[in-house]
């Protein structure tokens, strides 16, 4: 029993020591990956690595022989309410606090000579505790994958398109659109 509670001391002092951690999560309904009816069609153009992997694992691109391309091009986080982070700091990390994590994904897809952009707005939640450490098979960008295919499935969507007079001539989807729409 002695020998439990001084590994329990340690394994807490230890935790402390490296701070918090935080983790992206799905709200609740959308744990699982929805079913995608109708997909984009074309090629994924690798932008980066989490970008890349990010929209190959929410399914919303359907790999065709059309020439269109499509990237995903932006992640931005919005700040939110820090209040709940307070329980967390007085316990030392022990009691875990879970926050809202509103974020904006950018997929362009680019298709002779057109740009069409849609921003997704996705709902994702932010565990911060000393616990967050132990998880070490957790990927963030599978919540951000699975929130993306929910916007999409959902039709939650802002979307514009760039003229042709404003992409360079050939389309490349390698290089970034001036697109002032």
């Known amino acids: 029993m002695l020998l439990a509670r001084r590994l329990l001391l340690i394994a807490v002092c230890a935790l402390s020591v490296t701070g918090c ?63 709940p982070l307070l329980i967390t700091c007085v316990s030392f990390g022990l009691i875990p606090s879970v926050i809202p994590e509103p974020m904006d994904v950018t997929v362009e897809v680019v298709d002779h000579h057109k740009i069409s952009t849609t921003i997704y707005s996705l709902r994702l939640l932010s565990r911060y505790s000393l616990w967050e450490n132990l998880s070490f098979f957790h990927k963030d960008e599978l919540a951000i994958s699975r929130a993306l295919a929910w916007a999409y499935a959902n039709g939650k969507a802002k979307s514009r398109s760039c003229p042709e007079r404003q992409l360079s001539y050939p389309p490349s989807p390698f290089v970034e659109p001036l697109c002032f729409c």
Do not use: F
Request: with cysteine; aromatic share 4%.
């Open 21 to 83: 951690a935080s983790h992206l999560y799905n709200v609740a309904g959308q744990k699982s990956a929805p079913v995608i009816s109708r997909p984009y069609e074309g090629a994924i153009v690798p932008t980066d690595r989490k970008k890349t992997s990010i929209l190959m694992a929410s399914g919303i691109v359907a790999k065709s022989g059309s020439h269109r391309a499509i990237r995903l091009t932006a992640l931005e986080t919005y700040p939110s309410c820090g209040m």
